[in-house]
């Protein structure tokens, strides 16, 4: 039987989740701008029941509690060695694909980072978080857009995340039943030395969790010499990241 995407993306996560932390610096980047955001929009100093998709090792959890009163903290994370994350973090862990599992009820505060992309419908994903937040409740959300990691598309890579979507998708997503509050992209170049240094990287972060087939001498060579040609400049190979956001409020 061949894997699902879900199990694919799983396995991926769970392989490098001990590398992931100390990695992924554009991924603790957005973790941090939600929260500055939330703030910035007035978001009140206390969540009481309060939900995270996709929590990871924590990016966004530890920024949340730092700026946040959340004394009922719910995590969810498809890799189960997220457990960690809740344990110290004093959360409950809600182990599953995001889709799957019993959400808590009446939730004031539902927060994701750098997770909708995974899903192969993110508008359906925010769909049930407007319906699961209690009314005022705030949904605070990124994923990436269309232009993450356009130098392997470009190239032919299968490896891209199957939902990402520009920052007026997320608003045309829920504009009907919340009030936005805020929404907003960047485009984040990362360098690096090597075609080789992208493909490790990629590696350490676990995004690579839908590539397709292993890599022979002869296609190793060829993206190298692709990635050369197209996507040297003075300051190595680029890689784009493209991190998108979204705050509202239920009415
Ligand atoms: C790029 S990491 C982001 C982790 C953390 N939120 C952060 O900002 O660093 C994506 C996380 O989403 C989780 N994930 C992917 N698909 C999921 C799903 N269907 N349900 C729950 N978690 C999922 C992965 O296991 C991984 O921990």
């Known amino acids: ?14 392989r490098s989740f001990d590398t992931y ?15 500055s955001e939330l703030r910035r929009v007035g978001a009140p100093g206390q969540f009481r029941t309060a939900f995270e998709m996709g ?12 700026n946040f009163d959340l004394p009922d903290l719910v995590l969810n994370d498809i890799a189960p060695q997220a457990q960690a994350t809740a344990d110290a973090e004093a959360a409950v862990f809600i182990a599953g694909d995001v889709r799957m599992v019993q959400w808590p009820g009446q939730i004031d505060l539902i927060a994701s980072a750098s997770m909708i992309q995974w899903m192969d419908d993110p508008t359906g994903l925010l769909q049930q978080a407007v319906d699961a937040l209690a009314p005022g409740g705030w949904l605070a959300i990124s994923g990436f857009g269309p232009q993450q990691y356009k130098e392997l598309t470009s190239i032919g890579s299968t490896a891209q ?24 992209e960047r485009i984040r170049p990362s360098y690096f030395e090597t075609p080789r240094d992208v493909l490790k990287y990629l590696r350490r972060t676990g995004v690579n969790g839908r590539a397709q087939g292993a890599w022979t001498k002869s296609t ?24 998108v956001w979204i705050i509202a409020q239920k009415q």
């Not at 039987?1 to 769970?14: E, I, L, N």
């Not at 929590?55 to 730092?66: I, P, S, V, Y």
């Not at 939902?163 to 998708?169: E, H, T, Y």
Request: charged share 20%.
């Open 220 to 243: 190793l060579a060829r993206f190298e010499k692709d990635y050369v040609r197209s996507f040297a400049t003075d300051d190595g190979v680029s890689l784009t990241y493209h991190p």
């Open 1 to 14: 039987m061949t894997a699902q995407p879900a199990d694919k993306v799983q396995r991926s996560f769970s």
């Open 55 to 66: 929590c990871g090792t924590g990016h966004l959890t530890r920024t949340l509690r730092q």
């Open 161 to 184: 995340a199957p939902g990402l979507c520009g920052a007026d998708a997320l608003v045309a997503a829920i504009e009907g039943s919340m009030r936005v509050l805020t929404a907003g």
């Open 21 to 35: 932390h100390d990695t992924a610096s554009q991924q603790a980047w957005v973790a941090d701008k939600l929260v």
